[in-house]
């Protein structure tokens, strides 16, 4: 149809059969362009054939009219009714090799062979590749069924499964594949997943030609910047930034082939391929020990790599050993938070949401079980829905009064209704507790209740969250902790008694206190509570702090200041020594009291003494 040789590797050429995956593109009668991805054949190539069938949109399905179906035949075709390409034509090569009779009995067997299938309406055209008989007949086909076929949706990010890398020179590192969804521009910063690399655009190829933007559908080369062919693998996604999060575990709704030859047990070991990735991995069957032929059931795959998903996508496990096409199905929930509990109707019942639900449903279920605080973009990775159908959700379920949507520098914020009171039941549940512990704190400070609590939420998200709290009169928010409305820090009584003797014995002390340390064993207390107690009256302002376990009472202190102020005015200066006698204290007091009214600018040094500063 082509022209074009798709066989690249030696061995290929001398077998005489594809190995790899092989590219080409097409222009059909109708000017259309058409990608074609040659897939290998053979049954020991089955790993690579479904690294280039997960882009497709029609298949060509060829069978030899010599052999006619052939148990690779039947794999294939497993494989194309898994991933639900609904779209075709069955392709009987070598026509020239057979007469007419044989040639009838291969179709009679050949209609037998898709009677329930995807393809049981393709239509069936003979042809020689040699002769070239049927080659217009096909391509009038294809141009039919593709201008049938519903194009890919070129909204939302961007997404490339990794079909091939490879390196060229004065040009580094270029991926190719199936755009599945989304757009790509030239300049475009982009991140390649699961390995978590940023790289932006450097300049896009389609069917050879290079262009500006790549539209979804559209067989893609892609030059990345600033990345090694060594950093990325077949099975790789580029994705727009923040379009996904890699995960090691996905629900999905799995079908196990009539044609498996046994059931399919509970934490089978199995092949997992979703896109252009392969991976291992474990069915978690959640409702039975078993799963037979031809039946389906809800499981959790737990694979032995992250790979990249969305809800909706199609994948296809194969048995470990021997390697065999044994069923698939598709990914409901590309992100789920934790491992389920089995033979739980719950966890059923929400799996079927996730799987039927409309995208309000989709993402009310979502938030009950989110453990942070996440936006639009976030909750769109996390359940495959469109950034925009969640914006237009959450705004259906904020004015049904289902989820709150809490905005601050730039964001939107969702959290469900149900979640929201349970951690505000929660916060002020840790407040009570927090504030009969310590009565003299003036609150729980913010980001220890964060980071012991709510260590999920980020800390500008957090914030927000508490002064939406605060709104709705659960509690008050300080600039550095968070307390009940109705709490007002103080000691109880005998605590109060405590103060009062320490606050005379400070009085009796006049401008020589005791140090804080002598003061609280004096008083009786522990040096926890002492602690506690120091923190109290600084913060009320009863005590000020002068150096190092040297406090002062406020009117005590004022009243220094008035002594020092007024000598200052009268005399235009004064020392240490004078400090020492106009109060009737020691150097070990009147210094450290000199350098505490340096620092307010009460006075200012020159030399050995002091001079009035900007205060007075």
């Given at each position: 149809?082509?022209?074009?040789?798709?066989?690249?590797?030696?061995?290929?050429?001398?077998?005489?059969?594809?190995?790899?995956?092989?590219?080409?593109?097409?222009?059909?009668?109708?000017?259309?362009?058409?990608?074609?991805?040659?897939?290998?054949?053979?049954?020991?190539?089955?790993?690579?054939?479904?690294?280039?069938?997960?882009?497709?949109?029609?298949?060509?399905?060829?069978?030899?009219?010599?052999?006619?179906?052939?148990?690779?035949?039947?794999?294939?075709?497993?494989?194309?009714?898994?991933?639900?390409?609904?779209?075709?034509?069955?392709?009987?090569?070598?026509?020239?090799?057979?007469?007419?009779?044989?040639?009838?009995?291969?179709?009679?067997?050949?209609?037998?062979?898709?009677?329930?299938?995807?393809?049981?309406?393709?239509?069936?055209?003979?042809?020689?590749?040699?002769?070239?008989?049927?080659?217009?007949?096909?391509?009038?086909?294809?141009?039919?069924?593709?201008?049938?076929?519903?194009?890919?949706?070129?909204?939302?990010?961007?997404?490339?499964?990794?079909?091939?890398?490879?390196?060229?020179?004065?040009?580094?590192?270029?991926?190719?594949?199936?755009?599945?969804?989304?757009?790509?521009?030239?300049?475009?910063?982009?991140?390649?997943?699961?390995?978590?690399?940023?790289?932006?655009?450097?300049?896009?190829?389609?069917?050879?030609?290079?262009?500006?933007?790549?539209?979804?559908?559209?067989?893609?080369?892609?030059?990345?910047?600033?990345?090694?062919?060594?950093?990325?693998?077949?099975?790789?996604?580029?994705?727009?930034?923040?379009?996904?999060?890699?995960?090691?575990?996905?629900?999905?709704?799995?079908?196990?082939?009539?044609?498996?030859?046994?059931?399919?047990?509970?934490?089978?070991?199995?092949?997992?391929?979703?896109?252009?990735?392969?991976?291992?991995?474990?069915?978690?069957?959640?409702?039975?020990?078993?799963?037979?032929?031809?039946?389906?059931?809800?499981?959790?795959?737990?694979?032995?790599?992250?790979?990249?998903?969305?809800?909706?996508?199609?994948?296809?496990?194969?048995?470990?050993?021997?390697?065999?096409?044994?069923?698939?199905?598709?990914?409901?929930?590309?992100?789920?938070?934790?491992?389920?509990?089995?033979?739980?109707?719950?966890?059923?019942?929400?799996?079927?949401?996730?799987?039927?639900?409309?995208?309000?449903?989709?993402?009310?279920?979502?938030?009950?079980?989110?453990?942070?605080?996440?936006?639009?973009?976030?909750?769109?990775?996390?359940?495959?829905?469109?950034?925009?159908?969640?914006?237009?959700?959450?705004?259906?379920?904020?004015?049904?009064n289902k989820i709150k949507q809490i905005t601050g520098e730039g964001k939107t914020y969702l959290i469900s209704i149900d979640v929201y009171t349970r951690w505000a039941d929660?916060?002020?549940?840790?407040?009570?507790?927090?504030?009969?512990?310590?009565?003299?704190?003036?609150?729980?400070?913010?980001?220890?209740?964060?980071?012991?609590?709510?260590?999920?939420?980020?800390?500008?998200?957090?914030?927000?969250?508490?002064?939406?709290?605060?709104?709705?009169?659960?509690?008050?928010?300080?600039?550095?902790?968070?307390?009940?409305?109705?709490?007002?820090?103080?000691?109880?009584?005998?605590?109060?008694?405590?103060?009062?003797?320490?606050?005379?014995?400070?009085?009796?002390?006049?401008?020589?206190?005791?140090?804080?340390?002598?003061?609280?064993?004096?008083?009786?207390?522990?040096?926890?509570?002492?602690?506690?107690?120091?923190?109290?009256?600084?913060?009320?302002?009863?005590?000020?702090?002068?150096?190092?376990?040297?406090?002062?009472?406020?009117?005590?202190?004022?009243?220094?200041?008035?002594?020092?102020?007024?000598?200052?005015?009268?005399?235009?200066?004064?020392?240490?020594?004078?400090?020492?006698?106009?109060?009737?204290?020691?150097?070990?007091?009147?210094?450290?009291?000199?350098?505490?009214?340096?620092?307010?600018?009460?006075?200012?040094?020159?030399?050995?003494?002091?001079?009035?500063?900007?205060?007075?």
């Amino acid at each position: 149809m082509t022209g074009v040789d798709t066989d690249r590797l030696k061995e290929e050429k001398e077998r005489g059969i594809s190995i790899e995956l092989g590219f080409a593109s097409l222009t059909l009668p109708s000017g259309r362009s058409a990608g074609i991805v040659d897939v290998p054949g053979h049954e020991r190539f089955i790993k690579n054939m479904l690294a280039g069938a997960g882009g497709f949109d029609l298949v060509l399905l060829v069978i030899a009219a010599d052999e006619g179906v052939m148990p690779q035949t039947r794999e294939h075709l497993d494989i194309i009714q898994l991933l639900q390409v609904k779209k075709g034509v069955v392709v009987l090569t070598k026509c020239d090799l057979v007469d007419e009779e044989w040639l009838g009995l291969v179709k009679e067997d050949v209609s037998d062979f898709l009677k329930d299938t995807v393809l049981a309406d393709a239509p069936v055209i003979t042809v020689s590749a040699v002769t070239g008989e049927g080659i217009p007949l096909l391509l009038e086909a294809i141009d039919r069924i593709a201008e049938e076929t519903q194009p890919r949706v070129s909204i939302g990010l961007p997404r490339l499964p990794v079909d091939r890398v490879f390196s060229i020179t004065g040009f580094g590192t270029v991926v190719t594949g199936t755009l599945n969804s989304g757009s790509l521009h030239t300049g475009e910063v982009v991140e390649v997943q699961p390995q978590g690399l940023t790289s932006r655009v450097r300049s896009i190829q389609v069917h050879g030609q290079k262009v500006d933007e790549a539209q979804a559908g559209q067989r893609v080369a892609v030059n990345l910047a600033g990345l090694e062919v060594e950093q990325i693998e077949r099975g790789s996604v580029v994705v727009g930034p923040k379009g996904v999060i890699p995960s090691t575990r996905l629900d999905v709704r799995l079908l196990l082939l009539e044609s498996a030859v046994r059931t399919l047990k509970n934490r089978a070991r199995v092949r997992f391929y979703l896109g252009t990735r392969e991976t291992l991995g474990r069915v978690v069957l959640l409702d039975r020990e078993e799963l037979a032929p031809g039946s389906l059931a809800y499981a959790q795959i737990e694979l032995e790599e992250a790979t990249v998903a969305s809800k909706g996508d199609r994948f296809v496990i194969r048995s470990y050993s021997p390697m065999r096409t044994i069923g698939g199905g598709t990914v409901i929930d590309p992100l789920p938070r934790r491992k389920h509990k089995r033979f739980r109707q719950d966890v059923l019942g929400a799996l079927e949401t996730r799987e039927r639900g409309t995208p309000s449903e989709i993402l009310e279920h979502y938030l009950q079980g989110s453990p942070d605080l996440p936006v639009p973009a976030v909750v769109a990775a996390g359940t495959g829905l469109q950034e925009k159908e969640v914006e237009e959700a959450a705004a259906e379920l904020a004015r049904d009064n289902k989820i709150k949507q809490i905005t601050g520098e730039g964001k939107t914020y969702l959290i469900s209704i149900d979640v929201y009171t349970r951690w505000a039941d929660q916060i002020k549940d840790l407040l009570a507790s927090y504030h009969s512990e310590f009565p003299l704190r003036e609150g729980y400070p913010k980001e220890e209740l964060r980071s012991r609590r709510f260590q999920a939420i980020n800390n500008k998200a957090f914030q927000l969250l508490l002064l939406e709290m605060e709104r709705d009169g659960f509690l008050l928010v300080m600039p550095q902790s968070v307390a009940l409305k109705s709490f007002k820090p103080g000691p109880d009584h005998n605590l109060d008694t405590t103060i009062q003797r320490i606050r005379g014995m400070m009085k009796e002390a006049v401008f020589q206190p005791p140090s804080w340390t002598d003061l609280t064993k004096s008083a009786g207390l522990s040096e926890a509570s002492g602690a506690e107690l120091l923190q109290f009256l600084l913060r009320t302002g009863e005590l000020v702090k002068i150096t190092e376990d040297l406090y002062f009472l406020k009117v005590i202190l004022d009243e220094a200041k008035e002594k020092v102020i007024g000598y200052l005015r009268e005399k235009g200066e004064i020392t240490v020594g004078e400090v020492r006698d106009l109060l009737q204290t020691s150097r070990k007091y009147a210094l450290p009291l000199l350098e505490y009214f340096d620092r307010e600018k009460l006075t200012r040094r020159v030399g050995d003494k002091r001079l009035p500063g900007r205060a007075i």
